[in-house]
């Protein structure tokens, strides 16, 4: 059976079109998925009843199931996702103020190496398929009641969503597309560990999304100590590549820095931050690090998080403190990770 939300299928056309069918019965599905959060074929009360059969006969809508949902008291759930194949990933929907944000995932674990994030703990398993990606803005997108609908999209979540670039540009033009969910890509943003590379395909692409930038050191030397994927690279390529992707796509960047206290996050390290990126219109995400039980790290202090940001600051450089959402049920950064992690005692199952 085909999944119908896999955007790499032009199923629905061809099968309508071997039918004889008018190909209009093609935008009414995808009306039903991502405007009506239809969960079943049956529901799309508009098409005929033997039409509803015949496509239920022939592809399926889902792939993935809620295996567990968790809501933080700031407004935060996060979805642990079954895939096809037992294989679990999560992704996380995100409340401030009118912003209805998801965080979604690429991969199943992460290859990356970054030594104090959950999420590459037991490395790798997979990519995720456009289908799979699809279904978890679908899914996040019915958690929010009827009349709101998600404005933002940030790729953060589990994996290095330029490791599987191809799989992810058909999701997000899903996300984009006026009969997809409508997500200006103004609005849509991808976080990477600063693969060369794969920015540069991403600007050849002529992708007009956000691209955020981890960079978590001023220098080589301390960044291949945190980022292990960073030993076959350098700040100097990753810069250059993403002064690129910003002269062709005119998107702003974002420079991600976790905050580490005692390794990283000291005035010197700022001043030297400060220096590197000085020139640019850019703006520096500060992310206080989000402890990740087993892990030696710790959190900075917060006169080290305000040194850090008026230092930068005062070297001219444009820079924010994250705000940290979902912590108590570990949905912040670098949390999410491939299995449950919290005692099942205090998760609630969720059955679809
Ligand atoms: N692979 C992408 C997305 C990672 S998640 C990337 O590397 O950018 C988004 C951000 O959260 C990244 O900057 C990541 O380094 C950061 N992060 C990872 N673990 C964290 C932790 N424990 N605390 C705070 N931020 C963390």
Redesign the pocket.
């Known amino acids: 059976m085909q999944h119908l939300l896999e955007p790499h299928t032009a199923g629905l056309d061809l099968w309508l079109a071997k039918r004889g069918l008018p190909g209009y019965r093609a935008a009414q599905v995808r009306r039903w998925l991502f405007a009506g959060r239809a969960r079943s074929f049956a529901e799309m009360s508009d098409l005929p009843a033997r039409l509803r059969d015949e496509l239920a006969a022939d592809f399926r809508l889902w792939t993935a199931r809620v295996a567990l949902h968790r809501t933080s008291n700031d407004g935060t759930e996060k979805l642990l996702v079954q895939l096809a194949d037992d294989q679990q990933i999560e992704c996380v929907l995100l409340r401030d103020q009118l912003r209805r944000s998801v965080c979604i995932s690429t991969q199943v674990g992460?290859a990356?190496g970054?030594v104090?994030?959950?999420?590459g703990l037991a490395g790798v398993a997979r990519n995720l398929t456009s289908g799979e990606i699809v279904e978890q803005l679908l899914l996040l997108d019915r958690l929010l009641p009827a009349g709101e609908r998600l404005s933002h999209v940030v790729?953060?979540?589990m994996?290095?969503?330029l490791a599987n670039l191809d799989r992810l540009l058909p999701a997000l033009a899903e996300a984009a597309s006026p009969t997809g969910l409508g997500i200006s890509p103004r609005r849509i943003t991808i976080?990477?560990?600063g693969l060369p590379g794969a920015i540069d395909r991403l600007t050849e692409a002529g992708a007009k999304y956000n691209l955020?930038?981890?960079l978590?050191a001023p220098d080589d030397a301390l960044r291949r100590e945190l980022v292990k994927v960073s030993k076959s690279t350098s700040l100097a390529e990753i810069l250059a590549a993403a002064d690129r992707y910003f002269a062709a796509s005119g998107r702003r960047l974002t420079f991600?820095y976790?905050l580490l206290g005692g390794r990283n996050d000291q005035v010197d390290h700022a001043r030297r931050l400060a220096a590197l990126l000085r020139g640019r219109t850019a703006l520096v995400n500060l992310?206080?690090?989000?402890?990740?039980a087993g892990?030696p790290?710790a959190m900075p202090a917060a006169g080290a998080v305000n040194r850090f940001l008026e230092t930068l600051r005062s070297g001219g450089i444009n820079a924010q403190v994250r705000q940290r959402k979902g912590d108590e049920i570990d949905a912040?950064?670098?949390?999410l990770r491939r299995t449950a992690s919290a005692p099942l005692s205090t998760i609630s199952p969720v059955e679809r």
Request: with cysteine.
């Open positions: 992460c990356m970054c104090f994030c959950a999420s790729v953060m979540g994996g290095e969503p976080s990477t560990v955020a930038v981890s978590h991600e976790v992310i206080p690090y989000n402890p990740v892990l790290y912040a950064c670098g949390q």
